[in-house]
C-alpha cells in the first residue's frame, strides 16, 4: 500500500504564492507518475499539472506560466510552486501517483486527502 502526505495549503492573496508537498510512502517498488490535481468548489476535478518519472510535464493551460511542478526522487516526493495565483485557483489541491507497490502485479493509482488553497484579499 502507498500513502500520500500532502502540504502547503492556506490562505493567501491574489498574486501571491505558494509551495504544495506531497510525499509517498509505504511499499512502493517504482512510481510511474505524479500529478496534481484540483477542485473548486461547484466544478469537477481537473489535471494541474503532471511529471512523469523521465521528468516530463504537463499543465493546464490556466497554470501555464505561473505553476511549475517537480520532484525529489530521493524523497519520493512531488511539489508545485504557485505563483502569482488568482481568485479563481481557490480550489482543493489532490496529488496522485501511479506506482508499482511490493506484491502488486500491476501499477495503482493512489490520491492524497487533499489540501485547501485558498485566493482572497
Known amino acids: 500500500q502507498v500513502q500520500l502526505v500532502e502540504s502547503g495549503g492556506g490562505l493567501v492573496q491574489p498574486g501571491g504564492s505558494l509551495r504544495l508537498s506531497c510525499a509517498a510512502s509505504?511499499?512502493?517498488?517504482?512510481?510511474?507518475?505524479m500529478a496534481w490535481y484540483r477542485q473548486a468548489p461547484g466544478k469537477q476535478r481537473e489535471l494541474v499539472a503532471a511529471i512523469t518519472s523521465g521528468g516530463s510535464t504537463n499543465y493546464a493551460d490556466s497554470v501555464k506560466g505561473r505553476f511549475t511542478i517537480s520532484r525529489d526522487n530521493a524523497k519520493n516526493t512531488v511539489y508545485l510552486q504557485m505563483n502569482s495565483l488568482r481568485p479563481e485557483d481557490t480550489a482543493v489541491y489532490y496529488c496522485h501517483v501511479n506506482a508499482l507497490a511490493w506484491g502488486h502485479p500491476t501499477p495503482h493509482d493512489y490520491w492524497g486527502q487533499g489540501t485547501q488553497v485558498t485566493v482572497s484579499s
Open positions: 509505504g511499499s512502493i517498488f517504482e512510481i510511474n507518475s
